[in-house]
């Protein structure tokens, strides 16, 4: 019962962010273009750097790469967490999670291109694809720390007994 409810909370992280990246990825290019000036004149405003367009064009840049970067490393995290639920071997869950994340990096890239001032682009593709990896390996590492953790408390307490 438990292990269902961890999956169900999972599933809908899951499918909430799928829903926002496909709330952006519907933003036509002005709409999406005002979202990242306003957040890189926003961090303009908090680092010592001349305030012109090419530094603000540079910056939108940067912002949108972390932001495919970020939300595509929490949809390995989540995706992996998932299948972490079931008794699959750690390579074939890592392998299903990729695959996973990177037909909706591709489903998102193929969205944008149907919309206006919007475009495919492989090297979005990529990056997404970089950070379902490493939300991958992030979640194998936290697994693999806590279970040297249990392992050391099952001994402490297997040595005071």
Request: proline fraction near 1%; hydrophobic fraction near 45%; glycine fraction near 6%.
């Amino acid at each position: 019962m438990k292990i269902n409810i961890i999956r169900i909370i999972i599933m809908i992280l899951l499918i909430g962010t799928f829903y926002i990246i496909f709330g952006f990825s519907s933003q036509n290019g002005e709409e999406s273009g005002n979202v990242s000036a306003k957040i890189a004149r926003f961090v303009l405003e908090k680092i010592p750097i001349e305030k012109n367009e090419q530094n603000l064009k540079r910056t939108e840049g940067i912002i949108r790469k972390i932001a495919h970067f970020s939300i595509y490393a929490w949809v390995g995290f989540l995706v992996m967490s998932f299948f972490s639920t079931y008794s699959i071997k750690e390579t074939k869950r890592i392998m299903i999670s990729l695959g996973i994340g990177i037909l909706y990096a591709i489903s998102d890239e193929i969205h944008q291109s149907f919309v206006p001032d919007r475009s495919c682009q492989i090297t979005d593709v990529i990056l997404d694809s970089m950070g379902v990896l490493l939300g991958i390996l992030v979640l194998c590492l936290m697994v693999k720390i806590h279970n040297k953790i249990k392992t050391k408390i099952n001994r402490q307490n297997i040595a005071k007994s």
